[in-house]
């Protein structure tokens, strides 16, 4: 159970191997261990920046620690992470540090995690989309629009005006893309066999740039730069994984004898259903709606192959008869 | 009537395209900027015209006057030092010459006298340094050259390859990087005791998380679509016996399954998280977590074979942006509108908002439908 020299490398390339804007200092991790207040805002504020860039939320450094903690309260229930002691820490974020450690590496079990933050940073040199088709989210706005009139009504033309300049939108939106296609298609038309990667073979628009201005692109040299010794930082700490996890072990030993152990056995039995609960959270009200509907839908369908599925009986034993 | 705010959008619609045509103007009339008008024009020649050497480029030297609106001429000017010593060398020739007829000309008529001296004074030039090209090789010089002739033999320049080349090698050994035994070991260990010892109550019969709720509940979604078009891509009357059987078989199995997606809905239900602790208000559901493929460090290539694919892509993908944008639109058109339909009493005028209704509702907006009145004689 000794510390031994690999951990604080384990530490650092851990800190190192973790994206640019969400980088603990590895000392904020030896803090937490003991439980030093000096280091709870920055670990909110670590796992506040990971646990957004996660699930694909903005945010920006000037987020207040009331907003952080909130998020970070539900994100990590949204994920599971069921311990109440977290729940109840405070709002200001003054203390709890060794409590996030823990949450931090619980996320960290998570195998992709580490390798699934790489990806999403990960910096652009080619030419790019998406070929997702998941619905984007629309802001869902609850607020009426601006263009209500004195007494709150709209005039139904105006709607009509308004879902044409969409259309309009739209279809200028397309030509635009065609027009991108076709340029993109030239550069990368033109440019092939000339890259050093031959599995991509052509340059991008970005790297057609680059070749005309190169001075405008030292930025990007040194985002390759400090990517790859993130991604190097990532090699170590695979190689060292099993003494953070050894370490780990050594918080936990130190909760349980400080008695922090399990509270309640029967906690469990209070925190299952509680349908009226779902006043309370958005998401909750609209997980339940959605379950609702896809119930209802569910029995129309059960409904329509019931009387599908005896017409067709009766018409076959009729033939078969 | 217009609304005041439409007007304002009509008044800096006007705006930005009375801008437009006055930059277009000012393109024309500086000589620098025509010249590299031009330039891009006779690029732009140059790459639908397929491969024209510089031979061809001598014999349109004539022609070029005439033709230097549709240019089809060889030069290639814009970064080549020598645009800008012959420019000036061009202004003094005009000066020289007609200069009043120059001036008093419209602004295409200026652009085409330009463009016929330039061809000349150009194709000379740029002929030249196609023949010297070989003896200074041009692996990094831009410019001479369109991108279509020089575009194979470009080169990136060595810092960039060579950080480029690190950062690939980088990536791969990432991606081929496993965990290691007793990483794995030591990990699942912290996990179970973090589990069992220190208080992680739902965790105890393995309920899911929300998050996990959630995604059950897609997929079931996702089901029920998917045995919809089943069902209906039964044929209604089957010719033989034998399909009418098969039939039959195939609706039975969507029956079961329906039950079991119901049963299923009904423990997502139960496990429903009545506890929802510290709800926040900025709660983002975790959309983009189910896009990612279990290779997550792969190079993710996207090749395709022909321009008309590329752009089937993009077109493709953007109606797919848009029915999701009008499915969410027709949602919030019928909670608005569908109650204007009921609630009020039929008063004589009310046939113009019906049909405008309607052709919000049920026509995208994109038609009219014509409203008749019958006259029942009596």
């Given at each position: 159970?000794?510390?031994?020299?690999?951990?604080p490398?384990?530490?650092g390339?851990?800190?190192?191997a973790?994206?640019?804007?969400?980088?603990p200092a590895?000392?904020?991790?030896r803090?937490a261990?003991f439980?030093?207040?000096?280091?709870?805002?920055?670990f909110?504020?670590?796992?506040?920046?990971?646990?957004?860039?996660?699930?694909?939320g903005?945010?920006?450094?000037s987020?207040?620690?009331?907003?952080?903690v909130?998020?970070?309260?539900?994100a990590l229930?949204?994920?599971g992470?069921g311990?109440p002691?977290l729940?109840r820490?405070p709002a200001d974020?003054?203390?709890?540090?060794?409590?996030l450690?823990?949450a931090f590496?619980?996320l960290?079990?998570?195998?992709?995690?580490?390798?699934?933050?790489?990806?999403?940073?990960?910096v652009?040199t080619?030419?790019?989309?998406?070929v997702?088709?998941c619905?984007?989210d629309?802001?869902?706005s609850?607020?009426?629009t601006?263009?209500?009139?004195?007494?709150?009504?709209v005039?139904?033309?105006?709607?009509?005006?308004l879902?044409?300049?969409?259309r309009l939108?739209w279809?200028?939106l397309?030509?635009?893309?065609q027009e991108?296609?076709?340029?993109?298609h030239?550069?990368?038309?033109?440019?092939?066999?000339?890259h050093?990667?031959?599995?991509?073979g052509h340059f991008?628009?970005?790297?057609?740039?680059?070749i005309r201005?190169?001075?405008?692109?030292?930025q990007?040299?040194?985002?390759?730069?400090s990517?790859?010794?993130?991604?190097e930082?990532?090699l170590?700490w695979?190689?060292?994984?099993?003494?953070?996890w050894q370490?780990?072990e050594t918080?936990l030993d130190?909760?349980?004898?400080?008695g922090?152990m399990?509270?309640?056995?029967?906690?469990?039995?209070?925190?299952?259903?509680?349908?009226?609960?779902?006043s309370?959270c958005?998401?909750?009200?609209?997980?339940?709606?959605?379950?609702?509907r896809?119930?209802r839908?569910l029995?129309a369908?059960?409904?329509q192959?019931?009387q599908?599925?005896a017409q067709r009986?009766a018409?076959?034993w009729?033939?078969?008869? | 009537?217009?609304?005041p705010?439409?007007?304002?959008?009509?008044?800096?619609l006007?705006r930005?395209?009375?801008k437009?045509?006055k930059?277009?103007?000012?393109?024309l009339?500086?000589?620098l900027?025509?010249?590299?008008?031009r330039?891009q024009?006779?690029?732009?020649?140059?790459?639908s015209s397929?491969?024209v050497?510089s031979?061809?480029?001598?014999?349109h030297?004539?022609?070029?006057?005439?033709?230097?609106r549709e240019?089809?001429?060889?030069a290639?000017?814009?970064?080549?030092?020598g645009?800008s010593?012959?420019?000036p060398?061009?202004?003094?020739?005009?000066?020289?010459?007609?200069?009043?007829?120059?001036?008093n000309?419209?602004?295409?008529?200026?652009?085409?006298?330009?463009?016929g001296?330039?061809s000349?004074g150009?194709?000379?030039?740029?002929?030249?340094k196609?023949d010297?090209?070989g003896?200074?090789?041009?692996?990094?010089s831009?410019g001479?050259?369109?991108?279509?002739?020089?575009?194979c033999q470009l080169?990136l320049?060595?810092p960039?390859r060579k950080?480029?080349?690190?950062?690939?090698?980088?990536?791969e050994r990432?991606?081929l990087?496993q965990t290691?035994?007793?990483?794995a070991?030591?990990r699942t260990?912290f996990?179970?005791?973090?589990q069992?010892?220190?208080?992680?109550?739902?965790r105890h019969?393995?309920?899911?998380?929300p998050?996990?709720?959630e995604?059950e509940?897609?997929?079931?979604q996702?089901?029920?679509?998917?045995?919809?078009?089943?069902?209906?891509?039964e044929?209604?009357?089957?010719?033989?016996?034998?399909?009418?059987?098969?039939?039959l078989?195939?609706?039975?199995g969507l029956?079961s399954?329906?039950?079991?997606?119901?049963q299923?809905?009904?423990?997502l239900?139960e496990?429903?998280p009545?506890d929802?602790?510290s709800?926040?208000?900025a709660?983002?559901?975790?959309?983009?977590?189910t896009?990612?493929?279990?290779?997550?460090l792969?190079?993710?290539?996207?090749?395709?074979?022909?321009?008309q694919?590329?752009r089937d892509?993009f077109?493709?993908?953007?109606?797919?942006?848009?029915?999701?944008?009008?499915?969410a639109?027709?949602?919030v058109?019928?909670?608005?509108?569908?109650?204007?339909l009921?609630?009020r009493?039929w008063q004589?005028?009310?046939?113009?908002?019906?049909?405008?209704?309607?052709s919000q509702?049920?026509?995208?907006?994109r038609?009219?439908?014509?409203?008749?009145?019958?006259?029942?004689?009596?």
């Open positions: 159970r000794q510390r031994g020299p690999a951990l490398a384990a530490v390339a851990l800190c190192r973790l994206p640019p804007r969400a980088r590895p000392d904020t991790l803090r261990r439980d030093r207040p000096q280091a709870s805002l920055d909110w504020k670590l796992l506040y920046v990971l646990l957004k860039q996660i699930h694909g903005k945010w920006t450094e987020d207040a620690i009331g907003a952080q909130r998020f970070v309260k539900w229930w949204y994920q992470y311990r002691q729940q820490l974020g003054s203390a709890g540090s060794r409590e450690l823990l590496s619980w960290l079990h998570c195998p992709g995690l580490l390798e699934q933050l790489l990806a999403r940073n990960r652009q080619g030419d790019q989309t998406s997702c088709t619905e984007d629309l802001p869902e609850q607020e009426g601006s263009e209500a009139g004195a007494e709150g009504r005039d139904v033309r105006y709607l009509q005006w879902h044409g300049r969409l939108q279809c200028s397309h030509a635009q893309h991108q296609c076709k340029l993109l030239k550069i990368h038309l033109f440019t092939s066999g000339s050093m990667d031959q599995n991509l991008s628009v970005t790297e057609a740039d680059l201005h190169p001075e405008n692109y030292k990007l040299l040194q985002l390759l730069e990517e790859t010794t993130q991604l930082a990532f170590e695979k190689q060292l994984e099993a003494v953070y370490w780990m918080v130190d909760m349980a004898e400080e922090n399990c509270e309640s056995q029967d906690a469990d039995v209070e925190k299952r259903r509680l349908p009226e609960v779902t309370c958005p998401w909750a009200a609209k997980l339940a709606g959605q379950m609702d896809l119930s839908d029995l369908l059960q409904e192959l019931h599908l599925v009986k018409a076959w009729e033939k078969v008869r | 009537r217009p609304s705010k439409e007007l304002e959008e009509l008044e800096l006007n930005a395209l009375e437009a045509l930059v277009r103007k000012s393109i009339e500086n000589p900027e025509a010249q590299r008008a330039g024009k006779w690029a732009a020649g140059k790459i397929k491969g050497t031979k061809q480029g001598r014999s030297r004539t022609a070029a006057g005439a033709s230097a240019v089809s001429a060889a290639e000017p814009q970064e080549t030092p645009l010593e012959s420019a060398n061009e202004q003094q020739s005009f000066s020289g010459g007609d200069s009043a007829a120059v001036k000309s419209t602004v295409a008529g200026k652009q085409l006298l330009d463009a001296k330039k000349c150009f194709l000379g030039e740029s002929s030249k196609e010297a090209a003896a200074r090789g041009r692996s990094t831009p001479t050259g369109t991108l279509q002739e020089k575009g080169k320049p060595l960039y950080v480029y080349s690190r950062n690939s090698r980088a990536w990432c991606r990087c290691s035994a007793d990483a070991a030591a260990r996990m179970e005791r973090i069992t010892t220190v208080s992680f109550p739902s019969r393995l309920t899911p998380s998050a996990e709720i995604e509940l897609r997929g079931l996702d089901v029920l679509f998917h045995l919809r078009k089943y069902m209906e891509a044929p209604a009357d089957p010719p033989t016996l034998q399909g009418e059987y098969e039939s078989l195939t609706l039975e029956q399954t329906v039950s079991q997606c119901l299923k809905l009904q423990l239900q496990d429903c009545g929802v602790g709800c926040s208000p709660c983002v559901p975790a959309r983009g977590q896009c990612d493929s279990a290779d997550m792969a190079v993710p290539l996207l090749c395709y074979s022909s321009l694919e590329l892509l077109a493709l993908k953007l109606q797919v942006s848009m029915l999701h944008q009008e499915i639109l027709q949602k058109m019928m909670a608005e509108l569908l109650p204007v009921e609630a009493p004589e005028g009310s046939a113009g908002l019906f049909r405008a209704i309607h509702l049920c026509e995208g907006g038609r009219f439908p014509v409203l008749v009145r019958d006259e029942l004689l009596d």
